[in-house]
């Protein structure tokens, strides 16, 4: 806790493990039971520290009448549900993991709220929480109800909660569920469904008004914990200070990012060079808020199966791709979230009443993308040019975004002063490339520090040998250029060493 500015801080490695508590692991000897705070506390740890996440973040804790939800239809704005132990047994849980170095973020939902008689629902027999008029306190998506948030009492209520979780859990910070459902009055609604703010407009003033309030609570009480917002529009400075405009959150979810990238990976490589805008569009905007790149639950269920799933082609391609969306992800300026599952490459879509399959690491491919994880994660943490500048542009440069012919993308990564860059480039076919010449800033040896294609993570072993040594060869505006072989649907990094 004395230390916990340095792991959240903006300029810090940051990659967070997305966990559902009551379906990451099960006792089938005893009816497939989900495992205790208590139970998971080790089991957990021992994962995150091996993958080398550095945060957790817990699909909503808050109790909840109905499994199936996840925890966001939260009745319980107070209360760890019961069905995993005691609130002591959930402070051991925190208290185990930050033990062992890893951060606890909530996911925490001021969104809606079920409309369960023995919940927040006509609490008194009055609308007392929620509005009275269904065109502003009825959800029409989930069937809950929304917040009055031009009530002093409600505003309070909620930033309490906020606040509780923070000061009696420990909690490292709070994910804010469904943000989008409280800026815009006509979420989800047809005309004549919504009444518009004073001003006849659209946004919800008193949402606004509060979601800035509550940041500002927590990081004046907080400064070293993070409020991330799943926010999915355009809506401005959502990660800015509220005193210059903006929602005041630390982070972003980048939803815009996860949809492009796969929509793109899902298609057969044949047809990608026609969408390499699906790649390279997201870097129009990237700098304008602190974003986190999230690979989410929300892309693993309903039908979506799982991320090795919709990777095309045969198995071998399918574990090439989704260790190249791994590299991807881990090269492209931002936090990182990645769902449970997708570390080791689970098969069939998230069930939710079930565990992982953990069985399928022993399968060596499995276990190959959990290793490449693990080492994504490790040269993460070491290279200050992967994350010390993730939220500004100082920390990007292209080198080729606009080779779609080839379906290949190239750029640098850069840290502050001193740190040596880090030169990404993919494949996005299986077809090897080589020699593949990429235009580099620095003569010198350019170290291979990282091929999703080794054999060690389950690729066919295609590579550089170590490294390549830059020629005085321009390309792509720049003084030298390396000759590189790019293996078949990979990702490769190098480390300039001068």
Known sequence: M?????????KAHLPIYEVHLGSWMRVPEEGHRSLSYRELAPRLADHVRRAGFTHVELLPVMEHPFFGSWGYQTTSYFAPSARYGTPQDFMHLVDHLHQRGVGVILDWVPSHFPADGHGLAFFDGTHLY?????????????????????RNEVRAFLISSALFWLEKYHADGLRVDAVASMLYLDYSREAGEWLPNEYGGRENLQAISFLRRCNEEIYRRHPDVQTLAEESTAWPMVSRPAYVGGLGFGMKWDMGWMHDTLRYMRRDPVHRRFHHNDLTFRMLYAFNENFVL??????????????????????????????LLHGLMHAHPGKK???????????????????LEWHLLGDPRHEGILRWVSELNRLHREEPALHALDFGPAGFEWVDGSDSDQSALSFLRKGEAGDPPILAVFNFTPVPRRPYRVGVPAGGFWREIANSDAGFFGGSGMG???????GETPCHGRPFSLPLTLPPLAAVFFRGEG
């Not at 999230?294 to 260790?323: C, I, T």
């Not at 979230?337 to 565990?355: C, I, K, V």
Request: hydrophobic content about 35%.
């Open 294 to 323: 999230p690979l989410s639950h929300d892309e693993v269920v309903h039908g979506k199966g799982s991320l090795w799933g919709v990777m095309p082609g045969d198995e071998w391609r399918k574990f090439a791709n989704l260790r």
């Open 2 to 10: 004395a230390r916990r500015h340095e792991f959240n801080s903006r």
């Open 130 to 150: 929620e509005h009275g008029d269904p065109r502003q306190g009825f959800h029409p998506d989930w069937k809950s109800f929304i917040f009055n948030y031009g």
């Open 464 to 470: 550089n040998m170590g490294g390549v040594t830059a």
């Open 337 to 355: 979230l990645l769902f449970m599952g997708a570390e080791f490459g689970q098969r069939g879509e998230w069930n939710h009443d079930g565990s």
